[in-house]
């Protein structure tokens, strides 16, 4: 537990600062545009960027807390032992989702982005850059899930 403990640490100091970091691009492209008449060309295609990064981090970090949107009517009406086999099952189905998905699928998209040698337009930032969250956010949720499982 002490490993999540500072993963959750980190990924929540992490997103702290990539949300403050889009306030301020997003405030300056604001000014920029509406007071100054020469609006930036970085600051649209950075929060973006930022954007996406937010919500993936985001996924990883809530779903190592638990809070993620869940609906609960069905696990509400069964026995705590079926509910206990219900929860695994889901944690399983996640895991294999964000193996294939978010680990094999983004890791994919990487290595194409990267070899086709892809960059941004305005900022000139390596698209494999950008696209490197989506593995590593997978891999987290993982990690998360399956620390759920051994302490359950």
């Known amino acids: 537990m002490e490993i999540r403990n500072k993963i959750d640490k980190v990924l929540a100091k992490l997103l ?4 403050s970091i889009m ?5 300056w492209q604001v ?9 930036s060309s970085i600051t649209d295609e950075l929060a973006r960027y930022l954007m996406i990064w937010i919500g993936i ?5 809530v779903s190592g807390q638990n809070k993620h949107v869940a609906i ?9 032992k079926t509910q206990k086999k219900l929860k695994l099952i889901v944690r ?13 699928g983004g890791s994919r998209l990487v290595y194409v982005t990267f070899v086709l040698d892809q960059y941004s337009p305005a900022l000139q930032v390596p698209l494999a850059v950008v ?9 987290l949720i993982i990690y998360y899930k399956l620390s759920d499982i051994l302490n359950q």
């Open 57 to 61: 981090l985001g996924a990883a970090y």
């Open 72 to 80: 609960d009517v069905l696990p509400s009406r069964l026995s705590i």
């Open 31 to 39: 000014f920029s545009r509406y007071f100054l008449g020469a609006p």
């Open 16 to 19: 702290i600062i990539i949300m």
């Open 131 to 139: 696209y490197m969250i989506i593995p590593i956010s997978g891999l």
């Open 92 to 104: 399983i189905l996640i895991i294999l989702f964000c193996l294939f998905a978010l680990v094999i």
């Open 23 to 27: 306030v301020i691009n997003v405030l």
